[in-house]
């Protein structure tokens, strides 16, 4: 598998801050955040599966203008796997005919441009021998990770999550663990915010991966923009020996 990094900031604000998305070989979405509009349309076209972590707008902000975009250039619909919860959401605040019109409504219900594909956690779905597995997340809304697995390797993403005992447990559980992608997105100054919001500061992460008992190339994402240095100096001093790395736009990985 090959996974391209298209976003991975916590917000904008020049080239280099864009919101979530992942690229899987050329078919595949992890998230659809800001990233995804630097893609041409080309590749845009070329994607067929969105596995979706939650609802918020900064993992989602592109699904309205993407499937609006190829929709017409499509022969088949655009499949968007995600929790019952998050479909829920993105059809009754998006997809409402309000924000924008019901892409699973047209051109007609029996074949529409867009479908939904309900994940549970746990759950595996195999696309060509590549499977890719919902991870439990504790977020502010329902949320899942997502684990992406080759067969000879596998990237772990744990989305955005608060301590969540249940995600490292069934990480623990990967056998061919390589990469692991984990959010941080306040600094230490921050956590009564990272506290209320459920995400991470770095003092939190390194509770967190002291529940890791694999080995893998860590790599920090979802780094809110003006205080990414700050926080990555913290989690240095936090867990350094497990030697942690910014996750950057157009990084890749293959496994």
């Known amino acids: 598998?090959?996974?391209r990094i298209l976003g991975c900031s916590g917000g904008i604000g020049g080239r280099d801050q864009r919101t979530t998305s992942f690229l899987v070989d050329e078919d595949i979405l992890i998230?659809?955040?800001t990233g995804v509009g630097d893609l041409p349309l080309a590749d845009l076209v070329r994607i067929d599966h969105l596995f979706i972590t939650h609802?918020?707008?900064?993992?989602?902000?592109?699904?309205?203008l993407l499937i609006d975009t190829v929709c017409d250039v499509r022969s088949q619909p655009l499949?968007?796997?995600?929790?019952?919860?998050?479909i829920e959401a993105i059809r009754h605040h998006i997809f409402n005919w309000t924000i924008w019109p019901d892409f699973s409504e047209i051109p007609q219900a029996d074949a529409p441009y867009l479908r939904?594909?309900?994940i549970h956690v746990g759950e595996t779905v195999e696309l060509d021998s590549r499977r890719i597995t919902a991870l439990p997340a504790s977020h502010t809304v329902p949320a899942v990770g997502y684990h992406l697995d080759s067969g000879s390797a596998s990237l772990a993403y744990t989305g955005d999550t608060g301590p969540c005992p249940e995600l490292w447990a069934a990480i623990n559980k990967i056998g061919n663990l390589r990469h692991l992608i984990v959010e941080t997105a306040f600094s230490?100054?921050?956590q009564q915010r990272a506290v209320l919001s459920r995400h991470l500061c770095p003092s939190m992460l390194a509770g967190e991966l002291a529940l890791l008992e694999r080995s893998a190339d860590i790599f920090i994402t979802h780094l809110k923009?003006?205080?990414?240095d700050l926080t990555m100096?913290?989690?240095?001093?936090?867990?350094?020996?497990?030697?942690?790395?910014m996750l950057r736009n157009d990084q890749v990985f293959e496994f």
């Open 79 to 86: 499949i968007v796997h995600a929790t019952e919860a998050t």
């Open 31 to 33: 998230d659809c955040g």
């Open 225 to 228: 923009p003006g205080q990414s």
């Open 188 to 190: 230490n100054s921050e």
């Open 116 to 118: 939904y594909q309900t």
């Open 1 to 3: 598998m090959r996974v």
């Open 233 to 245: 100096w913290e989690i240095e001093a936090a867990v350094g020996d497990l030697k942690p790395r």
């Open 55 to 64: 609802a918020h707008l900064d993992h989602i902000a592109c699904l309205p």
